[in-house]
């Protein structure tokens, strides 16, 4: 406090100075219409400016939110997707793949051997182990393991994962992999020689899986190798870029009880 006032004593003419160059200014803009006018004009101008600037900011910290809703309506739509599917292939007979988690990803590696996604959904949300978990870009993992609240989801970038998928196009089925090098390209094996495969095809999920639905994106194909004998080596690029992956859906098969039971039964006959 007593630093203001030494300030204002030692500079009391300019303030004063100041001061009365503003009362000047005013009583000239207020009485002088054009002045006024332009006055009023840069003063809405500059307030229209501070409130976009508001407005921007409060979109940007908006953006959570937004997120959040359209992540739940894209849940939704797939939802009503699958019962639709379900309905049209026959809905007592057809693998029933209804019930979806979004989850949101909290942690994430691609440069290990072992890879794992962190999730923020666990058991008090349905999260069970062995579920599939998928994005909007195609095949994420499986679950791993499940705690009370959180998952860990075993990631494509993981040399312990395969998943049976296809060639779209011509539906020769596979065991498509990671090699544990580049986090971008996995290896689609067991195509054999004589199919029709080149670069651009899409690698979907075969649907041959207690876990995955059919037709869930992998990759698209980037190379292929045709000097290892009877089978190709095909180098996908995977659809999935799990540098920028953010939200996941886990997916439960609902008919795998059922089929396991059938299956189990059938090899004991």
Do not use: C
Not at 14 to 38: D, M, R, S
Not at 191 to 202: F, L, Q, R, S
Not at 235 to 245: A, G, I, N, Q
């Amino acid at each position: 406090m007593n630093a203001i006032i030494r300030f204002i004593i030692k500079h009391q003419f300019v303030l004063l100075f100041l001061l009365l160059e503003i009362i000047a200014l005013v009583l000239f803009v207020q009485n002088n219409g054009y002045q006024k006018i332009k006055y009023q004009a840069f003063a809405q101008d500059f307030d229209g400016y501070l409130m976009h600037k508001r407005h921007r900011i409060g979109q940007y910290f908006g953006l959570k939110e937004v997120n959040n809703k359209l992540s739940a309506e894209n849940l939704m739509l797939r939802r009503q997707i699958e019962m639709l599917k379900a309905e049209k292939a026959n809905k007592d007979t057809a693998v029933n793949f209804t019930s979806y988690i979004g989850a949101r990803v909290i942690d994430n590696s691609v440069n290990k051997p072992y890879n794992y996604v962190l999730v923020d959904k666990g058991a008090k949300d349905g999260v069970k182990p062995e579920m599939a978990v998928i994005s909007n870009q195609g095949v994420v993992g499986l679950v791993a393991s499940v705690s009370k609240n959180y998952s860990l989801v075993a990631s494509v970038l993981n040399r312990k994962i395969k998943v049976s998928a296809k060639i779209k196009k011509n539906g020769y089925f596979g065991s498509f992999e990671w090699d544990g090098l580049n986090y971008r390209y996995a290896y689609l094996h067991d195509i054999p020689y004589h199919a029709e495969v080149k670069a651009g095809d899409t690698i979907v999920t075969s649907g041959y899986s207690l876990i995955f639905p059919e037709n869930i994106p992998v990759g698209v194909i980037d190379e292929v190798d045709s000097t290892g004998g009877n089978f190709l080596n095909i180098r996908t690029k995977l659809s999935v870029d799990y540098k920028k992956l953010d939200f996941v859906y886990i997916i439960e098969n609902n008919s795998r009880a059922e089929i396991e039971g059938l299956q189990k039964k059938g090899s004991n006959d």
